[in-house]
């Protein structure tokens, strides 16, 4: 177990020591473990940093309740223990927490990768209220039984078994109570459609063609509303794009990076 810096420890799996600092930022039923892709791919270009967010995997639980603030935070205290800054990827809920932490410590995000992600759950009724059943869900079926029903929903119906299987084992390895009753309550408070304007870092929005979770249209509004922004789909991916086709998204990733690098070299 890695700290962060701050109670309680995070755990991190970090890959490659040279170039800019990348801090990856998982789903809500998932952890560092969804990252290896990037982690293997990227680390002769970047130094890649995957946590287990508070309260999952290998992390420990945290002291109290945290909300999206609390899980931005806790981000952040990640970044100032490796470095002055970081490029931020985000998968699902990991980049509803990245959109958080860049309107919160904008001086801590270099850039956004937001991949099929969305503008929170808050900003429907009825997602919200799902959202929030989930944690009496994860309390009645267990971590195992939960996975086995969520995790094959979240790559496409072209995935490969062994990319399915993988998903439900990183699932049930990751979830536990409190600590996914307390994302999911920040999941399905957030709207943040009204502050993405305001986020002053240049991203790029990821999307497979396939999702059906959080689907096209969400990444869509969320490159509409961020003020500098590129949107990418990736063909042949479901939600977890960065896993079911990973050449394909590390291209992206290293062509945002690239360009976003020299840019701000060029200014400086």
């Not at 970044?79 to 490029?87: D, K, L, V």
């Not at 509004?221 to 479901?238: E, F, M, Q, T, W």
């Not at 794009?241 to 690239?258: D, G, I, K, Y």
Request: proline content about 6%.
């Amino acid at each position: 177990m890695t700290p962060a810096g701050t109670e309680p420890a995070v755990h991190l799996e970090t890959a490659g020591d040279a170039g800019p600092l990348l801090l990856c930022l998982h789903g809500i039923g998932s952890s560092s473990a969804a990252f290896a892709p990037q982690l293997a791919g990227l680390r002769d270009h970047v130094r890649v940093i995957a946590w287990d967010a508070p309260g999952y995997a290998k992390s420990a639980d945290p002291d109290g309740p945290l909300d999206l603030d609390g899980f931005a935070d806790a981000a952040a205290d990640v970044i100032r223990s490796h470095g002055s800054s970081a490029h931020v990827l985000g998968v699902s809920w990991g980049g509803v927490i990245a959109v958080r932490l860049a309107t919160r410590h904008p001086e801590l995000v270099d850039s956004l990768v937001l991949a099929d992600s969305s503008a929170g759950s808050g900003t429907d009724e009825a997602k919200a209220a799902g959202m929030r059943a989930r944690a009496e869900e994860l309390a009645a079926l267990g971590p195992r039984a939960f996975a086995e029903k969520r995790g094959p929903r979240l790559v496409s119906d072209r995935a490969p078994a062994e990319l399915v299987r993988r998903t439900v084992d990183t699932m049930a390895d990751a979830v536990r109570l409190p600590g996914y009753g307390y994302a999911a309550e920040a999941m399905a408070g957030a709207d943040l459609r009204p502050e993405l304007s305001a986020v002053a870092a240049p991203a790029l929005v990821v999307c497979g063609d396939r999702d059906t979770v959080t689907g096209v249209e969400a990444s869509q509004v969320l490159a509409g509303g961020l003020h500098r922004s590129a949107y990418v789909i990736v063909k042949d991916a479901g939600h977890l794009a960065n896993q079911e086709q990973p050449e394909r998204f590390n291209a992206w990733v290293l062509s945002h990076l690239h360009i976003t690098t020299n840019s701000r070299t060029r200014k400086g």
